[in-house]
């Protein structure tokens, strides 16, 4: 049985890094070409950028006289020529690295959902649904920003500063060395105090999961709450919550306020010390003012790429931090599996099931055992009642004959086969289940019907949705049903899932042909 899955994820050491992110870089190499083009056009953005200082130099230096007049038209001209290039190529950016985030999360969307569908049901057990979802949902959703804008500003930006950085040493290699001694100031705060905006970050997403959670429990149990009167004392519990969330998200925004303030003080303190050194340079001669300007523009580029890299790197750690969680959810692994080698049950079906010897006891109650020492056979065509007071191991028997569970002692036969050397959709798709129950999907009465038989025909669902509500005397759900082929196709409105002939609809619905069947009723009922 699984260990709480939010005690397990906080025992385990938390990344420092952005290994997190890296683990889902396969999502995104699924497609190379997309990613080839993005970077081409981002270089291509880039390179147009830098073109730009180098004109500017020239119309300073030789533009500015009448001889000149031709050659300043030929310079704006280049630059409209190279702002061109450089809409075009951002446009083009920007489509392919947003297709990308959005394909990437959609990918893993589904990914995850799957996994989530292959856990056992003692996962859930000890699992708050509303912390689970919120990893489902708004996780990935940070993830999406991740690999969409933030990615898209990252890259540009991180090329920006490196051919900034470059032509300024091409300009003058004087100014350039000392402008590039204040990186390793600018970079410092990145490195310190990054570690510290990711932890919050982490914790921020937990008491915001921890909130979604709770409402998710309060609304879903919403006439426990209103048959106790505690809809003022769940208001401010949930209000607590909130607090909570928003006393983290404050606390993270804090610290990346003071990051940002910490990079643009260094950043544009060192512009402003290579201008004073660049306009004494100036005045001795050594340099031109076309040279200074273009330098100064470079330096700017460079200051203001790591000012934004110093933004999206909050970002970049907010992803890394929802990214760590849901890696937390696909390393977790089914208690219930299909074995390595398994058996192949007996065809054809006969529908024996056999109980040898089990005992067992739900894992958050090892001390109290549901069942001890309990054996039966149900032989073929046999039909059986399992009659008990609550708690009395009716619901686990059925459980344990589906495999949901793994006795601490003896075996569940079918057909001769312990049920744990089989596989386990095989097995599954042997057992056919009415439910105490019945969960009702959101979609319509047709999709509902032909759950268990997804690949049942429209004459099928009418049958068996006409059986069942004339077995319950329900006249106007059945003339509305009669009435014509595409009621059936309408979204469920006018029953509850509880209200009796909707839960006989679900009962006598289209469940898969199986050689054995359970049905687990109200004992009032039975």
């Known amino acids: 049985m699984a260990d709480n899955f939010e005690d397990e994820a906080r025992r385990r050491p938390k990344s420092r890094n952005l290994r997190p992110l890296v683990r889902l870089a396969p999502y995104l190499m699924r497609y190379k070409p997309r990613v080839a083009m993005a970077l081409v056009a981002l270089l291509a953005a880039a390179i147009a950028t830098l073109a730009v200082p180098l004109a500017v130099r020239r119309v300073i230096d030789h533009g500015f006289t009448q001889e000149s007049a031709a050659l300043v038209n030929q310079y704006f001209l280049a630059m409209l020529a190279v702002v061109a290039i450089l809409a075009v190529s951002s446009a083009i950016r920007f489509y392919f690295v947003m297709w990308l985030g959005e394909k990437v999360v959609a990918d893993l969307r589904s990914d995850l959902f799957s996994h989530l569908l292959k856990l056992s049901p003692g996962f859930y057990e000890n699992q708050r649904t509303g912390e689970v979802v919120s990893r489902l949902t708004a996780d990935t959703t ?17 090329v920006m500063f490196i051919g900034a950085a470059f032509m300024m040493v091409a300009t003058s290699p004087r100014l350039a060395g000392l402008g590039l001694l204040a990186v390793p100031l600018a970079v410092l705060p990145l490195v310190i105090y990054g570690r510290r905006v990711r932890s919050l970050s982490r914790a921020a997403q937990d008491t915001l999961a921890s909130s979604a959670a709770f409402a998710q429990e309060r609304l879903s149990a919403i006439t426990a709450v209103q048959s106790n009167v505690q809809e003022a004392h769940m208001s401010g519990a949930f209000s607590s919550e909130t607090d909570a969330a928003f006393s983290a998200a404050a606390s993270r925004t ?22 004073w050194f660049g306009a004494r340079e100036v005045i001795m001669g050594r340099l031109t003012g076309g040279t200074l300007s273009q330098f100064v523009i470079y330096a700017v580029l460079m200051a203001s790429s790591l000012g934004q890299l110093s933004e999206v790197w909050g970002e970049t750690q907010l992803a890394a931090g929802a990214a760590e969680r849901i890696s937390e959810l696909l390393d977790e692994r089914p208690a219930i599996a299909s074995p390595p080698a398994s058996l192949p049950l007996p065809s054809p079906p006969k529908g024996e099931v056999g109980f040898e010897d089990v005992s067992f006891a739900y894992a958050g109650r090892p001390d109290a055992p549901v069942l001890h020492n309990v054996s039966f056979v149900i032989t073929p065509g046999e039909t059986v009642a399992v009659v008990g007071p609550s708690g009395a191991g009716k619901t686990t028997i059925f459980a344990l004959i589906e495999r949901f569970y793994d006795p601490q002692k003896g075996r569940i036969m079918i057909d001769g086969l312990d049920v744990r050397q089989a596989d386990l959709t095989e097995l599954r798709r042997r057992i056919a289940v009415v439910p105490q129950d019945p969960v009702l999907f959101s979609g319509s009465i047709a999709d509902n019907i032909r759950f268990g038989r997804p690949e049942a025909g429209h004459a099928e669902v009418a049958a068996g949705s006409l059986e069942a509500l004339s077995e319950v005397g329900a006249v106007a759900a059945l003339m509305e049903v009669q009435a014509m082929p595409t009621r059936r196709q309408r979204p469920l409105r006018k029953f509850q899932s509880n209200q009796y002939p909707v839960r006989r609809l679900r009962e006598r619905g289209l469940t898969h042909c199986a050689p054995v069947g359970t049905h687990n009723p109200r004992c009032a009922r039975l």
Do not use: C, W
């Open 142 to 158: 940070q993830i999406k920003s991740a690999f969409s804008s933030t990615a898209s500003i990252l890259l540009r930006n991180a």
């Open 254 to 275: 804090m610290a990346r306020s003071i990051l940002t303030a910490a990079i643009i003080f260094v950043a544009m303190g060192a512009i402003v010390g290579l201008l």
